[in-house]
C-alpha cells in the first residue's frame, strides 16, 4: 500500500533524475532489449541459442549497473578511511530513512531484477519463449506455490531460487503495507490527519476555559440536534479526548473532534479548516505573559486574515481573547476580519466591582450568559414593525423585549414612544430561540393617581477591602471609582509590599486626579491566610469585602486559599460585630470571593452571606455567546460598564403601594415602565435563586417589599 504521500515523493525522485529511477528505466530498457532480441531471433535462429543470447544480455546489463553504481560511490566518497561495504550500508541508510518512497521503490527493483534475470535463466534452462519465461518467472515470485510441478533438475533450482526471491519481496511488501497502516493509525492517533468540515466552531488552543467552552456550544446547538467543534492545541490529541472524556461535558448531540498543531502555523489552520468556520475562538494561553499571550493572539489573527484572503472567503465570527486590556488597540489595528476582543481580565474586574455593590449580580450574569438557562436573542419580526416599543414589552409569554438592533447599533431599553422599522431585530431574553413569539397586544391597566414610584436608592460613600492582588489592580480601582459614592475610602492587603502595591498603581496610570469618588487609598502589607494579619484590620467597619483570586497558583489551590480566608474574615466579623449576649450590632458586610473552579461553587453557596463571581465559567460563557452572534458583544459590554444602561438589583418595595401586594409580572413590567425600567426577573425573599423571564407572566403573586427585583434601567 502506497499512500499520496509516497506516489509524490516518488514522481518528484524520478523526476529529479535519481539513482534508483536510473536504476529502474536500465532494468527496463533490458526487458525491452531482450524482448526484441526473441522476436529477431523467433525467425531463424534456434530458441537455445536466442536464450543464451538474452541471458549474456541480461547478466552483462546487471554487471554494468552494478559496476557504475560502486563507480559513483567511489567518486563520493569523502573519507579514505571508510570502506565501500561502510559506504553502501551509508548511502542506503541514508536513502531509506530520506526518501518517503525508498520501501515501494526497493520492491519494484528487486521484483524486476528477479524478473529480467530469471527469465533468461528459465528459457537456457528448458527452451521457450522469452515472454513465456517471465510470465513463469513472474508467478512463481507472486506464488510460491506454483513451481511445485516444474521438472526436476536446473527449472526447478531455478524456480525455488526464483520463489525465495519472492518470498524476501512479499515479505517487503508486507513491512511496507504495515508501516503504512502503522503510519496512519498513529497520524489518527496524533491528530495530524485533516478535518474535512463545514459550518463548525473552531477552538484555537487549550486553557481551563476550553472545557466550560465546549459545554456552552454543546448547549447553543442542542436545539439543532448538536454540531461539531474542533479544537486545535499543541497537546497530545489523545490526552485532549482522555481530559474531554473524563470532564462532565455533555455534549447533547455534539462531537468534538482534537488535532494536534499549533495556531500560528498557517498549515495547521488549514487542517482544521479553519476557511469553512462557522465562529473561530482563540483561547489566551495562560503559560505565557499576558503580553506575550497577547502578542501570540495578534499573529493568530494575521495567520486567519492571510488564509481567508487566500481563498476570497467571507469572514467567519472570530472572538479573540485578550489578557491586557492595553493590548486591544494593537489587535484591532492590524485586525480586518472585524474580530470581536474579549478582554476577559477586565470583564471580570467590572463584575466583581459590581457584585460588590449588587449582591447577586455574579449569578444573575452566570445565567444570562449561559446557553443553560434563559439568555439573549435578536430576531426580526415583519409583524411588529410600526408598533411602539412600549406595546411590544408585553406581547411575548415566554420572552422579556430588552432592546433593538437597528444594523450594527444597539439601542437597550428605549423609550416607549420608539417605533419599530423595517430591517430591525427584537432584542429579547428568552430560555431559546425557537420559544419565543409576539402575541396579540396585552393591555394592562395603571392607576397613575394611586402609584408613584418611590425614590430610587442613593450611592453612599463606603468603605471597602481588596483582599490579594492582581495585576491590572489600578483598572479595577477606577472601574470601582465609577460605582461608589463620594469619599469612599479603599482599603488593599496582599503579599505584595506597600511601596510595591503604590508603585504598581502608579506605573498603570493611576493618579489621585483620575479618581472621583475614591478619597483615599490605604495599603497594607500583609497574608490573607493569616488570621493575625486579618485581625489587624477592622473588618467591622467595612460595607464591601473583595477577596481576589491569586493568579500565581492553580484553581484548586487559588480556591482553597479563598475559601480559607472567606472563612477566617466571616469568623472575625461575627467575633467583633456581636455584642456580649449574641445580639448583632452592625450590619454584616458584603463579601465577594472570586471563585475558578466550578466544584468550589457549591461550598461558597452555603455560606450565608457571601456571593461568588465564577470568573473562569463566566468569561467561557461570554465567549460563547459572542462566537454565536457577535453583536451580542455590544449587548454584554454596556451591560458591564458604567455607560449606557446596566442590570440593577433593586428592592421591590420600590414599585409596591404597600408591603404585600397582589400583582402579576405584568402589572409589576408596567409600573417599571414608569420609570423607564425594564423587569427581567426577580430573586424571592430568603432565596439566592434567580427568576428570570419567568413563563407564566400573568400568574398573580404575592409580591413583598423586600424581594429584589431585577431591572434594566439608564442611570
Request: net charge negative; aromatic share 6%; charged share 25%.
Amino acid at each position: 500500500m502506497m499512500s499520496v504521500n509516497v506516489l509524490k515523493a516518488w514522481g518528484a525522485e524520478v523526476a529529479e533524475g535519481g539513482t534508483a529511477r536510473r536504476l529502474m528505466l536500465s532494468l527496463v530498457v533490458l526487458l525491452l532489449l531482450c524482448s526484441a532480441l526473441d522476436l529477431v531471433f523467433d525467425a531463424f535462429v534456434p530458441d537455445v541459442i536466442s536464450a543464451w543470447v538474452q541471458l549474456l544480455v541480461a547478466l552483462g546489463g546487471v554487471a554494468y549497473l552494478a559496476s557504475d553504481l560502486l563507480r559513483q560511490l567511489e567518486q563520493h566518497k569523502a573519507r579514505s578511511d571508510v570502506s565501500l561495504l561502510d559506504r553502501i550500508g551509508y548511502e542506503l541508510d541514508l536513502w531509506l530513512s530520506t526518501n518517503s518512497s525508498a520501501k515501494p521503490m526497493a520492491l519494484m527493483l528487486a521484483t524486476l531484477l528477479l524478473i529480467v534475470v530469471g527469465g533468461p535463466l528459465l528459457a537456457v534452462a528448458e527452451p521457450q519463449s522469452i515472454f513465456t519465461a517471465w510470465w513463469s518467472a513472474w508467478t512463481w515470485i507472486s506464488d510460491p506455490g506454483t513451481h511445485a510441478d516444474v521438472d526436476p533438475g536446473l527449472p526447478r533450482l531455478i524456480a525455488f531460487a526464483l520463489t525465495v526471491g519472492g518470498m524476501l519481496v512479499f515479505a517487503l511488501l508486507v513491512g511496507i503495507i504495515s508501516d503504512e497502516i502503522s503510519e496512519r493509525v498513529d497520524d489518527l492517533k496524533k491528530g495530524r490527519s485533516s478535518v474535512i468540515e463545514t459550518g463548525h466552531s473552531l477552538i484555537l488552543g487549550w486553557s481551563d476555559k476550553t472545557l466550560p467552552v465546549i459545554q456552552e456550544l454543546c448547549l447553543a446547538n442542542e436545539s439543532m440536534g448538536g454540531g461539531t467543534i474542533v479544537v486545535l492545541s499543541t497537546r497530545d490529541k489523545e490526552e485532549m479526548e482522555e481530559l474531554i472524556d473524563d470532564s462532565d461535558v455533555d455534549m447533547k448531540g455534539s462531537k468534538v473532534v482534537c488535532r494536534t498543531g499549533s495556531p500560528l502555523s498557517y498549515t495547521a489552520l488549514m487542517k482544521v479548516s479553519c476557511t469553512s468556520a462557522r465562529s473561530i475562538i482563540c483561547l489566551a494561553s495562560k503559560e505565557l505573559s499576558p503580553d506575550a499571550s497577547d502578542a501570540q493572539q495578534l499573529r493568530i489573527v494575521l495567520q486567519l486574515k492571510q488564509a481567508l484572503e487566500q481563498y476570497d472567503l467571507a469572514s467567519p465570527h472570530v472572538v479573540v481573547e485578550v489578557l491586557d486590556v492595553d493590548n486591544a488597540d494593537v489587535i484591532r489595528e492590524a485586525d480586518e476580519l472585524r474580530c470581536v476582543l474579549v478582554q476577559s481580565h477586565d470583564i471580570i474586574g467590572r463584575l466583581m466591582v459590581t457584585t460588590t455593590r449588587q449582591p447577586l449580580m455574579g449569578a444573575i450574569m452566570a445565567e444570562l450568559l449561559s446557553f443553560d438557562g434563559p439568555e439573549f436573542y435578536m430576531r426580526e419580526w415583519e409583524e411588529l414593525v410600526g408598533r411602539r416599543f412600549g406595546e411590544i414589552v408585553f406581547m411575548f409569554d415566554a420572552a422579556v423585549p430588552v432592546g433593538i438592533r437597528c444594523g450594527g447599533a444597539i439601542l437597550l431599553n428605549p423609550p416607549d414612544s420608539r417605533v419599530i422599522q423595517s430591517g430591525e431585530e427584537i432584542i429579547v431574553v428568552a430560555e431559546d430561540d425557537d420559544t419565543y413569539a409576539p402575541k396579540a397586544e396585552r393591555q394592562v391597566h395603571i392607576d397613575h393617581r394611586s402609584f408613584v414610584p418611590s425614590a430610587r436608592e442613593t450611592v453612599h460613600r463606603s468603605r471597602i477591602l481588596f483582599l490579594n492582588w492582581r495585576r491590572d489592580m489600578e483598572h479595577l480601582v477606577m472601574q470601582l471609582d465609577e460605582q461608589v459614592g463620594p469619599g469612599t475610602v479603599l482599603y488593599m492587603m496582599s503579599e505584595k509590599p506597600r511601596e510595591e502595591q503604590m508603585f504598581a498603581l502608579r506605573e498603570g496610570g493611576l493618579t489621585r486626579e483620575r479618581l472621583q469618588n475614591i478619597t483615599t487609598i490605604q495599603h497594607k502589607e500583609g497574608n490573607t491566610l493569616s488570621r493575625k494579619h486579618l485581625q489587624g484590620l477592622k473588618l467591622e467597619e467595612f460595607d464591601n469585602i473583595l477577596i481576589l483570586s491569586n493568579e500565581s497558583e492553580s484553581k484548586q489551590e487559588a480556591d482553597s486559599r479563598s475559601l480559607a480566608t472567606l472563612l477566617m474574615v466571616k469568623s472575625i466579623q461575627r467575633e467583633r460585630t456581636a455584642g456580649y449576649h449574641g445580639v448583632v450590632a452592625r450590619k454584616q458586610p458584603a463579601i465577594v470571593g472570586e471563585i475558578l473552579d466550578p466544584q468550589t461553587q457549591q461550598l461558597v453557596r452555603a455560606m450565608s452571606g457571601s456571593d461568588y463571581v465564577m470568573s473562569n465559567d463566566i468569561i467561557s460563557s461570554y465567549i460563547a455567546q459572542v462566537s454565536e452572534n457577535r453583536f451580542l458583544s455590544a449587548v454584554l459590554s454596556e451591560l458591564l460598564t458604567s455607560v449606557g444602561c446596566e442590570l440593577y438589583v433593586r428592592s421591590a418595595g420600590r414599585y409596591l403601594q404597600h408591603a404585600h401586594e397582589e400583582l402579576s409580572f405584568w402589572d409589576l413590567q408596567a409600573r417599571t415602565r414608569l420609570t423607564q425600567e425594564i423587569l427581567i426577573g426577580f430573586v424571592p425573599v430568603g432565596s439566592k435563586d434567580t427568576v428570570i423571564n419567568p413563563p407564566k407572566k400573568d400568574a398573580m403573586r404575592m409580591w413583598s417589599a423586600e424581594d429584589r427585583v431585577i431591572v434594566l434601567a439608564r442611570d
